[in-house]
T-cell receptor, first 115, second 114 residues
Framework: GAGVSQSPRYKVTKRGQDVALRCDPI?????LYWYRQALGQGPEFLTY????????KSGLPNDRFSAERPEGSISTLTIQRTEQRDSAMYRC?????????????FGPGTRLTVL | AQSVTQLGSHVSVSEGALVLLRCNYS??????LFWYVQYPNQGLQLLLK??????LVKGINGFEAEFKKSETSFHLTKPSAHMSDAAEYFC????????????FGTGTRLTIIP
């Protein structure tokens, strides 16, 4: 079956522009997570959803970052007025059930470059 | 709050030699622990996870890890390295109950010497 997919895979934008990153989780997965990974670092939590409800957004760096999952499936991470420090790999993951032991399956990521 | 420390950002081993990648966690209560592998231009793939059943956990590709509460460690090992094991490896921790997020270490890049 299909894994987690993300689009676009690469995004180059100019400082000040808005960007929208899309995540399509594995079909039927309840939970969806967003992480950001800087070069040479491990992924860092941004936010997560159970179904369509955003459960925790404590990792979002500031109010320029927002995420939604309106129908409990596809999610969009939006960054407004991008800055160079936003350049990173943005990773999405999904898991089947609401359990701490459950595996998070990761997508290939979106590489964002802000010029 | 949980955290993990991976000792050694780069590890090189000869093909056929033992692989040992170190991970220590910090948590007031023993957490759930995970090892992920990242191949170039790919997403993270789960190698194995500790969820408080057996303390010795076997994963894919011949890897295993042992949870040692007394040492707050969850080191990853493989008896004999293969060229295809070259990748970046991440240890991650997750709290029992409550927040579902994973907290990752900074990663260890494994190089296999022919």
């Amino acid at each position: 079956g299909a894994g987690v997919s993300q689009s676009p895979r690469y995004k180059v934008t100019k400082r000040g522009q808005d960007v929208a990153l899309r995540c399509d989780p594995i079909s039927g997965h309840v939970s969806l997570y967003w992480y950001r990974q800087a070069l040479g670092q491990g992924p860092e939590f941004l936010t997560y959803f159970n179904y369509e409800a955003q459960q925790d957004k404590s990792g979002l760096p500031n109010d320029r970052f927002s995420a939604e999952r309106p129908e409990g499936s596809i999610s969009t991470l939006t960054i407004q007025r991008t800055e160079q420090r936003d350049s990173a790999m943005y990773r999405c993951a999904s898991s089947l059930v609401l359990a701490g032991t459950d595996t998070q399956y990761f997508g290939p990521g979106t590489r964002l470059t802000v010029l | 709050a949980q955290s993990v420390t991976q000792l050694g950002s780069h590890v090189s081993v000869s093909e056929g030699a033992l692989v040992l990648l170190r991970c220590n966690y910090s948590s007031s209560v023993p957490p759930y622990l995970f090892w992920y592998v990242q191949y170039p231009n790919q997403g993270l793939q789960l190698l194995l996870k500790y969820t408080s059943a057996a303390t010795l956990v076997k994963g894919i590709n011949g890897f295993e890890a042992e949870f040692k509460k007394s040492e707050t460690s969850f080191h990853l090992t493989k008896p004999s390295a293969h060229m295809s094991d070259a990748a970046e490896y991440f240890c991650a921790v997750r709290a029992r109950g409550g927040n579902e997020k994973l907290t990752f270490g900074t990663g260890t890049r494994l190089t296999i010497i022919p």
